[in-house]
Nanobody, 113 residues
Framework: QVQLVESGGGLVQPGGSLRLSCAAP????????MGWYRQAPGKQREWVAH???????NYADSVKGRFSISRDNAKNTVYLQMNSLKPEDTANYYC???????WGKGTLVTVSS
């Protein structure tokens, strides 16, 4: 069973920033593209961004220019820097390899004044 552990979520005001982290097993991290996803209350989980092993990135239109994904291959960790947060960014955020393995518990991000 693959264990993905997300952290860094919390309550932030609109316009604020958060940095999410995700630790992944080396056996997964060293091979696969890694992605961030989110699921808002009452909605389906959606893809947010991904980063290849070589560092190429891609973003959903809704976060482009505000979010930045990065990875530290030495630490088997992928990050999501989130700036200019909006209330509609409120969701539980998950990371996973692409293709997906078992999902972790995610980390909750709440954007509210």
């Amino acid at each position: 069973q693959v264990q993905l552990v997300e952290s860094g979520g919390g309550l932030v005001q609109p316009g604020g920033s958060l940095r999410l982290s995700c630790a992944a097993p080396g056996s997964i991290f060293s091979i696969y593209t890694m992605g961030w996803y989110r699921q808002a209350p009452g909605k389906q989980r959606e893809w947010v961004a991904h980063i290849t092993r070589r560092g190429s990135t891609n973003y959903a239109d809704s976060v482009k220019g505000r979010f930045s994904i990065s990875r530290d291959n030495a630490k088997n960790t992928v990050y999501l820097q989130m700036n200019s947060l909006k209330p509609e960014d409120t969701a539980n955020y998950y990371c996973n390899a692409i293709p997906n393995f078992d999902w972790g518990k995610g980390t909750l991000v709440t954007v509210s004044s």
